[in-house]
């Protein structure tokens, strides 16, 4: 059974960073794409970033660039985000999702219903 375990989440001073990991089981991570959403109290939620099967196609929302980074290791079934220069308002839920024969593309971030396979999250709090 396919399965999403999120970790690495806490609470970070402005300006800190902290690395989420994404440990998948159940199925080959090599046929899959994984996406990083977020979801703040009372907002809906919003694509981070994504990564193709193979790692040759990254994408990130206009809010993360250049500040985080997204990577993966098919041969232990992880997924990485990097997170730099935290900000308040990277406070959030964030989650991992993955999804067999799909790309990623600035449109895979803004369609998270195509995900089919979801972690539990994980917490992220930036505060002073």
């Known amino acids: 059974q396919l399965q999403l375990v999120e970790s690495g989440g806490g609470l970070v001073q402005p300006g800190g960073s902290l690395r989420l990991s994404c440990a998948a089981s159940?199925?080959?991570?090599?046929?899959?794409?994984i996406g990083w959403f977020r979801q703040a109290p009372g907002k809906e939620r919003e694509g981070v970033s994504c990564?193709?099967?193979?790692?040759?196609?990254?994408n990130y929302a206009d809010s993360v660039k250049g500040r985080f980074s997204i990577s993966r290791d098919n041969a232990k079934k992880m997924v990485y985000l990097q997170m730099n220069s935290l900000k308040p308002e990277d406070t959030a839920v964030y989650y991992c999702a993955a999804e067999a024969h799909f790309y990623c593309s600035g449109a895979s971030l803004k369609a998270p219903s195509v995900f089919r396979s979801w972690g539990q999250g994980t917490q992220v709090t930036v505060s002073s």
């Open positions: 159940g199925f080959t991570l090599d046929y899959y794409v």
């Open positions: 990564i193709s099967s193979s790692g040759g196609s990254t």
